[in-house]
T-cell receptor, first 113, second 112 residues
Framework: DGGITQSPKYLFRKEGQNVTLSCEQN?????MYWYRQDPGQGLRLIYY???????QKGDIAEGYSVSREKKESFPLTVTSAQKNPTAFYLC????????????FGPGTRLTVL | EDKVVQSPLSLVVHEGDTVTLNCSYE??????LLWYKQEKKAPTFLFML??SGIEKKSGRLSSILDKKELFSILNITATQTGDSAVYLC???WGGGADGLTFGKGTHLIIQP
């Protein structure tokens, strides 16, 4: 089955720690995205990548970092510099950059204790 | 396994037509259903529905939720070419820690 997987489903971390969220896709999509969703708000774009070894900041990139060493993988690191990291994080991919159909993963719920 | 199913997957209509998009769901501990409009960037939030039978409206768009039959519809009247987009349905679920499951979307094309 083709799709996007994110792990872990739930993640807890202590303040001051960095944590990395995994996102893998086997859809052979070029573009991948990371979003954050907070209660009562829509999705906000953190980072996106149009091609391997390239990525751009989204609207709320501060306190986050990404890498795109392989086409199928786009991990997101939430650093200790992120002031309010508790949120639901969604990864998505699309066939080509800028196409309007994005496929979403199941998400990771991060809670900072 | 939690599921959100949207139909149709794609739809082509003429300007001025009325369209109805469907979303059915099977999730544990349902909390709310959300509709998004997605163009060439991040999805734009449209509606959040938590109660059955209460219609939410915004201009030409409206949506309603049926928690007994586990579905929602999104209506767009007097469609315009700017309504062309992918419409995503997502369901928020869970007890203490919530999750969000998206459907695959309906690709709507409005022809002049």
């Amino acid at each position: 089955d083709g799709g996007i997987t994110q792990s872990p489903k739930y993640l807890f971390r202590k303040e001051g720690q960095n944590v990395t969220l995994s996102c893998e896709q086997n859809l052979n999509h070029d573009a991948m995205y990371w979003y954050r969703q907070d209660p009562g708000q829509g999705l906000r774009l953190i980072y996106y990548s149009q091609i391997v070894n390239d990525f751009q900041k989204g609207d709320i990139a501060e306190g986050y970092s990404v890498s795109r060493e392989k086409k199928e993988s786009f991990p997101l690191t939430v650093t200790s510099a992120q002031k309010n990291p508790t949120a639901f994080y969604l990864c998505a991919s699309s066939i080509l950059p800028g196409t309007d159909t994005q496929y979403f993963g199941p998400g990771t719920r991060l809670t900072v204790l | 396994e939690d599921k959100v199913v949207q139909s149709p997957l794609s739809l082509v209509v003429h300007e001025g037509d009325t369209v109805t998009l469907n979303c059915s769901y099977e999730v544990t501990n349902f909390r709310s259903l959300l509709w998004y409009k997605q163009e060439k960037k991040a999805p734009t939030f449209l509606f959040m529905l938590t109660s059955s039978g209460i219609e939410k409206k915004s201009g030409r768009l409206s949506s309603i939720l049926d928690k007994k039959e586990l579905f929602s519809i999104l209506n767009i009247t007097a469609t315009q070419t700017g309504d062309s987009a992918v419409y995503l349905c997502a369901v928020q679920w869970g007890g203490g820690a919530d999750g969000l499951t998206f459907g695959k979307g309906t690709h709507l094309i409005i022809q002049p």
